[in-house]
């Protein structure tokens, strides 16, 4: 009488059936046998043309002060601004006067120097010259310079924005720089936290900066 297999055991025979015929169809192989196809993927089967190209890495970006725009006012001479230096709870920055036109231009003393605030009012200014800490350019004085186009000279403005009253504190939008007597003012966008003192330092016009 035939025996009946059970459903488990006919599923294992199947199982095992399958395997022996993918073995023989050589689809199971060995990497070392002899006559079995390699499908592993190597490199120098590989199309270089299908790999992403990268270009070379950007630069790093240096942040820089940004300029002062200004034009060649009829004067023939420009005063832009430097980057404040806030070193030991003082202020400091410098300023640049440079001939821009096409003649020679004389200049003797100090420039002559007021402030605005963000709508534009004359704000309280006491200058003052040789402070002691003016250490970023030591006033040399009054001194007569022609500069040749292209040439320039520098003054260095010293303040402390400290505050010791209850009075408003109002801060500078706007440096107005006169460079020397008799010419029209130029006016720059500035931030001047000055605080409650009103006190600002100037040196005198000078071709180099003492320590």
Request: charged share 20%; aromatic share 6%; hydrophobic share 35%.
């Amino acid at each position: 009488m035939p025996r009946t297999i059970g459903r488990a055991a006919a599923g294992v025979v199947a199982a095992v059936t399958a395997a022996g015929a993918l073995t023989g169809c050589g689809m199971v192989s060995d990497a070392g046998a002899s006559g079995d196809r390699d499908y592993r993927v190597k490199a120098d089967r590989l199309d270089p043309s299908t790999f992403p190209r990268y270009g070379p890495p950007s630069p790093a970006v240096t942040p820089t002060a940004a300029p002062t725009p200004a034009t060649c006012p009829r004067s023939g001479a420009v005063v832009t601004t430097g980057v404040v230096d806030t070193a030991m709870g003082r202020r400091a920055t410098v300023l640049e006067l440079r001939n821009c036109g096409t003649r020679p231009y004389d200049v003797d003393g100090y420039p002559r120097i007021g402030a605005l605030d963000a709508n534009r009012e004359a704000l309280d200014l006491t200058i003052t010259h040789d402070h002691p800490y003016t250490g970023a350019g030591r006033d040399q004085g009054p001194n007569p310079l022609t500069l040749m186009p292209g040439q320039s000279v520098k003054s260095v403005l010293n303040w402390n924005n400290r505050v010791t009253s209850f009075d408003p504190v109002t801060e500078g939008a706007y440096l107005v720089v006169t460079p020397k007597e008799g010419e029209t003012p130029q006016t720059l966008p500035f931030r001047l936290d000055i605080g409650t003192s009103g006190e600002l330092d100037v040196t005198a016009w000078a071709r180099d900066l003492l320590g």
